[in-house]
């Protein structure tokens, strides 16, 4: 392997790049002619302009993709996540150009990225499943039927689906049908495909994933797991490994049935089992996603492993060189992904200028981002614009290192999500590790955001006061400012 493609762009298409050119690879970058300026063009060996901005027409466009691979001269092609990562057909496509896919094969992918046929194949494998359907409903009556033996509420879920498009709570059976149509409708929008499964709605889950590698060879091993239960509209923003509430031998037990569930469609790369752990730690497998997840960082961070790595190993033949003995966990990482959202506002996506953009550094701090003071955020692209990692040797450090690292971390121009990353991951459910997928819905509230704005501001009217007193040696009254600095003082210890 010569030359990589990366069908990417942004933050993963760098630190894709950076693992290559440390391997002696060479890269090829594709854009859009909206991201012409992006650090990932300017880093790559070569790059190609592959269409309009629109992920359509670009991004999106597995022929355009594969002329630029042959006028390079590239011999392997690395999706990334998002855009074309679990596209069968692209995989299938890559291949038969006779060039490498760093990915699983479009077997695998079509085979998990269907959740009803993920569901048969892992069953086979007795992955612990949550009670429900594991064919295409489609007959309102018998459905109901079967929704009465599960158990109210019940949750309808797209079969080809992903991100909460396609799913309804059913909570009784005098709405089932509306319920179910409108998931249809609304997974045919999204995905091409209509089919829907129900099963029983788990309401307040843990969402913990596993991280497997699997080769060529018949060789898989976990890399333990990530905690993924801070979302908004069914998706992540922060997460950490390990888990706080999973024991070793829980931890054994996931792990091993998420390998059943990668051997299931003859895996091979990296992949991730996410699984629904109820309050007792029962665990249910919800999905596989046949790609790098976003969050893969703070599996690095604890592991040593690095997983872009594994991967191109993978892809050019070779053999997993560790065994799963071989693995240990090292300390505590979060992720808190920066988005341009406004968590002012039900996190709704901004954009606008980085007018000021400075990243933290330190110790246990890691920033993969794509983007540069003085960009614009675009409208095209998902909002988020940099993940921001830190690790420690304990949970309680990790906190306190990633809080340290977000008052560092500079932006300007656009609403971030780096005020409710602070304020999360200070709350005693958080601490504590007592949260579930409901987190936001059940713990915050905007004004808890403006509040500790409000009292910082008073802090720093305070020191502001203090220190002309003391250039000055002029008595000031600081009466007015001294409950505020001391409710400050007590919320941040």
Same mark, same amino acid.
């Given at each position: ?71 390079t ?31 699983p ?12 046929? #993920?569901?048969? =194949? %892992? ?8 009670? $429900? !359907?594991? +064919?295409?409903?489609? @007959? ?13 509420p ?23 049908e ?46 333990f ?8 509209r ?10 706080s ?11 091993e #049935?998420?390998? =059943? %569930? ?8 990296? $992949? !991730?089992? +996410?699984?629904?752990? @109820? ?25 040593g ?70 960009m ?28 340290r ?76 400012n ?12």
């Amino acid at each position: 392997m010569q030359k990589i493609l990366v069908a990417n762009r942004g933050e993963i298409a760098l630190r894709i790049m950076r693992t290559a050119r440390e391997m002696g690879i060479k890269t090829v970058a594709v854009f859009s002619e909206a991201d012409r300026n992006m650090p990932f063009v300017r880093f790559a060996d070569e790059a190609l302009c592959i269409g309009p901005a629109a992920s359509a027409q670009s991004y999106l466009r597995i022929e355009k993709i594969l002329e630029a691979a042959r006028e390079t001269g590239a011999d392997a092609i690395h999706p990334g996540y998002g855009f074309l990562s679990e596209n069968a057909d692209f995989s299938k496509a890559v291949s038969d150009a006779g060039l490498t896919f760093i990915g699983p094969s479009a077997h695998s992918i079509n085979m998990m990225g269907n959740k009803i046929s #993920a569901k048969q =194949a %892992a069953k086979k494998f007795d992955v612990p499943m949550v009670p $429900g !359907t594991d +064919e295409p409903i489609s @007959d309102v009556n018998e459905a109901i039927k079967i929704a009465k033996e599960v158990g109210f509420p019940i949750l309808i879920k797209a079969a080809a689906g992903g991100g909460g498009k396609g799913m309804r709570v059913v909570e009784h059976e005098a709405e089932f049908e509306s319920q179910m149509n409108m998931a249809q409708s609304e997974a045919m929008s999204a995905f091409g495909n209509s089919d829907v499964f129900m099963e029983r709605y788990v309401g307040s889950p843990k969402h913990i994933e596993i991280q497997i590698l699997g080769d060529n060879y018949g060789n898989y091993v976990y890399i333990f797991e990530r905690e993924c239960s801070v979302q908004r509209r069914h998706q992540k923003l922060i997460e950490e490994a390990p888990s706080s509430c999973l024991t070793p031998a829980i931890r054994a037990k996931m792990g091993e #049935a998420a390998v =059943a %569930a990668a051997r299931a469609c003859n895996y091979s790369g990296a $992949g !991730t089992i +996410e699984f629904l752990v @109820d309050e007792q730690l029962n665990f249910y497998f919800l999905e596989m996603n046949t790609r790098l997840q976003v969050e893969h960082c703070v599996t690095e961070m604890i592991s040593g492993i690095d997983l872009v790595k594994e991967q191109i190993k993978v892809a050019r033949g070779e053999k997993l060189s560790f065994t799963q003995e071989d693995l240990k966990i090292n300390g505590h990482s979060i992720e808190l992904r920066v988005c341009a959202e406004d968590p002012y506002n039900n996190f709704l996506p901004d954009t606008g200028r980085l007018n000021l953009y400075q990243t933290p550094k330190g110790p246990g701090v890691r920033v993969d981002d794509g983007y540069e003071q003085g960009m614009d955020i675009p409208i095209f692209y998902d909002p988020m614009i940099a993940k921001l990692v830190v690790h420690a040797a304990t949970r309680e450090e990790a906190i306190e290192r990633l809080c340290r690292a977000i008052g560092e971390y500079q932006i300007q121009g656009i609403q971030t999500t780096l005020p409710f990353g602070k304020w999360a991951v200070r709350t005693e459910a958080f601490r504590n590790g007592a949260y579930d997928t409901k987190f936001i819905e059940k713990y915050f509230k905007p004004e808890y955001l403006q509040v500790s704005d409000v009292d910082e501001e008073r802090v720093a009217a305070l020191l502001a006061a203090i220190i002309w007193q003391q250039e000055h040696k002029t008595p000031i009254s600081l009466q007015a400012n001294n409950e505020s600095a001391t409710k400050w003082k007590m919320r941040h210890r």
